[in-house]
């Protein structure tokens, strides 16, 4: 996961992201992380561990959400961050106790990793405005290789105003490619 990740800096540093990939905090300690998802007793698996010893979010106070993406329209979230929101969704009855979120928005929507016994590990977007969080990536992982290559393909782009945009079509083919049996790619 951690060389995929990489990727994504990479192509975020060739597509000029600079601001986005400055702002990515030194990752955390493995029994940090535990310890501080134990405040909200959830068990984290493999994946939380190495993404957040990989990177702990991103900070900047004088940068923009849009600079700050890592993917179009989703900044990383820091594992505080991460306990704060879980903390102030984890009561509305379209969350679940168990999802974390890794990635914002900032308008309260979210990517966020099933830590639950039935979707260990899957990574879902919770929209607020949705009712239904369907699965987007079986894992972390997943999700870190399918972004990698949309980036290394051109799929994933700055547009004229400075923002990461998408190619619709081609990253959603690529995404059902590399992520096969989620329906969210193949069911229109």
Not at 12 to 27: D, F
Not at 97 to 115: C, E, N
Not at 131 to 151: H, K
């Amino acid at each position: 996961m951690i060389r995929d990740l990489e990727r994504v800096v990479a192509g975020l540093s060739a597509l000029g992201r600079t601001v986005a990939v400055g702002a990515l905090r030194p990752g955390l300690d493995r029994k940090a992380i535990r310890d501080q998802l134990a405040t909200i007793n959830l068990v984290p698996e493999d994946h939380i561990l190495t993404y957040f010893n990989w990177r702990n979010g991103a900070g900047d106070s004088s940068a923009t959400i849009g600079d700050l993406s890592l993917i179009p329209g989703f900044y990383p979230l820091s594992l505080e961050e991460s306990v704060t929101n879980y903390r102030a969704f984890r009561d509305d009855p379209r969350w679940t106790v168990g999802w974390l979120p890794v990635l914002a928005d900032g308008g309260g929507d979210f990517y966020i990793v099933d830590l639950t016994a039935a979707g260990r590990g899957e990574v879902r977007q919770f929209r607020v405005e949705e009712v239904e969080s369907p699965v987007e990536y079986r894992t972390p992982a997943a999700m870190a290789a399918t972004l990698a290559e949309a980036l290394e393909r051109g799929f994933i782009f700055v547009t004229d105003e400075g923002y990461l945009d998408t190619i619709y079509d081609h990253f959603d083919d690529l995404a059902a490619r590399m992520n096969p049996g989620v329906q969210w790619w193949t069911e229109p």
